[in-house]
């Protein structure tokens, strides 16, 4: 089954709120990566973290990896309509070779 | 910088046949990887190579072939389309830190989205 989980889902907002998305691993994660995939468009890398707690800030967007290193968060203040997309966490597994592990992706909606 | 390319964009398959997607990197890396995406379920790994010669299987490769001749090509080959693989398929790319490719940016091509009837 799927060993990386997202929740949630799927999450409306109205611009100007903020966003959370939880990134869940069954197993130890090495690393944690975020991509940010734009409707009809790939995934483009945000960010990695490697240390366990680890906290990363771009602008609006704040990253945390857990101090287990088995699950993750993205947070976003203050959305905006451009922040519209799903958001993917990956990551190696503990005794997961050269794979990287996608999660099931959490697709934002943000509305006027 | 072209990055990745893959081809097509789009296709529609009937059941039974066969069919290769194509992937192109032009930047050197070693690592590249086949994903399909289906809705809820993220991106699941197929197949992957971590250089020339060598591939390796992931998640989810019943059905799929994969060969990898030079460090710029990883093609991906459905056998006897089902439609079960109706889906989108991402190939992806990254080069090799000091230990690994699981811990660089992964490059992603625009995708091929794959209908089977």
């Known amino acids: 089954g799927q060993q990386v989980m997202q929740i949630p889902q799927y999450q409306h907002v109205q611009e100007g709120e903020d966003f959370t998305t939880y990134c869940n691993s069954s197993t130890t994660l090495s690393n944690i990566q975020w991509y940010k995939q734009r409707p009809g468009g790939h995934p483009v890398f945000l960010i990695q973290?490697?240390?366990?707690?680890e906290v990363k800030k771009q602008k609006r967007l704040t990253f945390q990896f857990g101090e287990a290193k088995k699950n993750s968060s993205l947070h976003i203040t203050a959305t905006q309509t451009t922040d519209v997309g799903t958001y993917f966490c990956?990551?190696?597994?503990?005794?997961?070779?050269?794979?990287?592990?996608f999660g099931t992706g959490t697709q934002l909606k943000v509305e006027l | 910088n072209a990055g990745v390319t893959q081809t097509p964009k789009f296709q529609v398959l009937k059941t039974g046949q066969s069919m290769t997607l194509q992937c192109a990197q032009d930047?050197?890396?070693?690592?590249m990887s086949w994903y399909r995406q289906d809705p809820g379920m993220g991106l699941r790994l197929i197949h992957y190579?971590?250089?020339?010669?060598?591939?390796d299987q992931g998640e989810v490769p019943n059905g799929y072939n994969v060969s990898r001749s030079t460090t710029e090509d990883f093609p991906l080959r459905l056998l006897s389309a089902a439609p079960s693989q109706t889906s989108v398929y991402f190939c992806?790319?990254?080069?090799?830190?000091?230990?690994?490719?699981?811990?660089?940016?992964?490059?992603f091509g625009q995708g091929t989205r794959l209908t089977v009837v």
């Open positions: 973290l490697v240390k366990s707690g």
């Open positions: 190579s971590v250089g020339a010669g060598i591939t």
């Open positions: 930047m050197n890396h070693e690592y």
């Open positions: 990956a990551g190696r597994l503990t005794g997961g070779g050269n794979k990287l592990t």
């Open positions: 992806a790319s990254s080069y090799a830190s000091g230990t690994g490719f699981w811990n660089t940016e992964a490059f």
